[in-house]
């Protein structure tokens, strides 16, 4: 059993794993006593096309957080040309949002995620793909016509849900 699927099935483990420096990404919640979210994919409509939820159950008397959209600069004012990587950054930078809150990358239940072309479904895709397993949060991916920067590809937002 891979450590995704660990995390899914204990997450109070995940918290003593933490505590213990086994390195875990921030990918997995490092809080306890977090009342999973529940994915919402009713039988009757069609399933989703990628990795992600139709819909997600936020239980009651959770903490949220809102993460403004981030964009693929490094705090160095670096912006990578490609997507994938400037797709890496959104999701670092929301990770350490999130951390700042006692959250981590598995506490998302809904992503909104702007690409400025189909060339850059997949690579985006890909990022977020290696970064969430089941439950899958809530995500919708759109395409624009750009930023308020040329170089920028993707823009990231993200909820949160965690112990309030």
């Known amino acids: 059993m891979g450590i995704k699927q660990k995390c899914l099935l204990c997450v109070q483990?995940?918290?003593?794993?933490?505590?213990?420096?086994t390195g875990l990404p921030l990918a997995f919640p490092l809080t306890q006593n977090f009342q999973m979210a529940i994915p919402l994919n009713p039988s009757h409509i069609h399933p989703p096309f990628a990795h992600y939820s139709h819909g997600v159950l936020v239980p009651a008397g959770q903490r949220l957080v809102f993460c403004s959209g981030q964009l693929g600069i490094a705090a160095d004012k670096?912006?990578?040309?490609?997507?994938?990587?400037?797709a890496r950054i959104c999701f670092d930078n929301i990770a350490a949002i999130l951390a700042e809150a006692g959250m981590g990358l598995g506490n998302i239940v809904r992503i909104n995620a702007?690409?400025?072309?189909?060339?850059?479904?997949?690579?985006?895709?890909?990022?977020?793909?290696?970064?969430?397993?089941?439950?899958?949060p809530a995500s919708t991916l759109m395409l624009v016509s750009g930023f308020a920067r040329p170089e920028f590809v993707v823009e990231i937002e993200a909820i949160a849900a965690g112990p309030a």
Request: with cysteine; proline share 7%.
């Open 78 to 86: 670096i912006v990578p040309p490609d997507c994938a990587e400037q």
């Open 13 to 21: 483990q995940m918290s003593i794993w933490a505590r213990q420096g």
């Open 114 to 136: 702007y690409v400025t072309g189909r060339e850059h479904l997949a690579a985006y895709m890909a990022i977020r793909n290696a970064l969430f397993a089941e439950p899958y």
